[in-house]
């Protein structure tokens, strides 16, 4: 009895076809990260758009509330001028700040200069009266 003999032309068939399919899956599979790629790129191009629009509308809200800033700082500065009839302080916060503290200083070296003069009179009288005796 004679046995049938495996043909080969089957396992080829079939290598050519599996291969035919992994060419499919390949080029399917690049066709998918070509699209990935192009989409990744849309979003980060529109996010990029996003921020900067974002950016400049805080610049703008910014620069708007300063110049509103500036303008009430003038505004008050009329009053005041207006309020003191109309001169201009001469003086500057700092330099009323120094005077205060110049005052306070001065305050304090009195204090001790008079607690000295009474400690030195105190022991005058203390000898004094010690030969006195």
């Known amino acids: 009895m004679n046995e049938p003999a495996i043909r080969s032309d089957g396992n080829d068939d079939l290598l050519q076809r599996l291969s035919a399919v992994m060419e499919r899956i390949t080029e399917a599979s690049e066709n998918q990260i070509r699209l990935f790629d192009e989409r990744i790129k849309e979003l980060h191009d529109r996010g990029e758009a996003a921020t900067e629009r974002l950016i400049k509308a805080v610049e703008q809200g910014l620069?708007?509330?300063i110049d509103s800033l500036r303008e009430e700082i003038e505004q008050l500065r009329r009053r005041i001028n207006e309020i003191r009839g109309g001169t201009q302080p001469k003086k500057g916060p700092r330099t009323a700040a120094k005077k205060k503290s110049a005052k306070k200083?001065?305050?304090?070296?009195?204090?001790?200069?008079?607690?000295?003069?009474?400690?030195?009179?105190?022991?005058?009288?203390?000898?004094?009266?010690?030969?006195?005796s």
């Open 105 to 132: 200083s001065a305050k304090k070296s009195a204090k001790k200069s008079a607690k000295k003069s009474a400690k030195k009179s105190a022991k005058k009288s203390a000898k004094k009266s010690a030969k006195k």
């Open 63 to 65: 620069r708007a509330q």
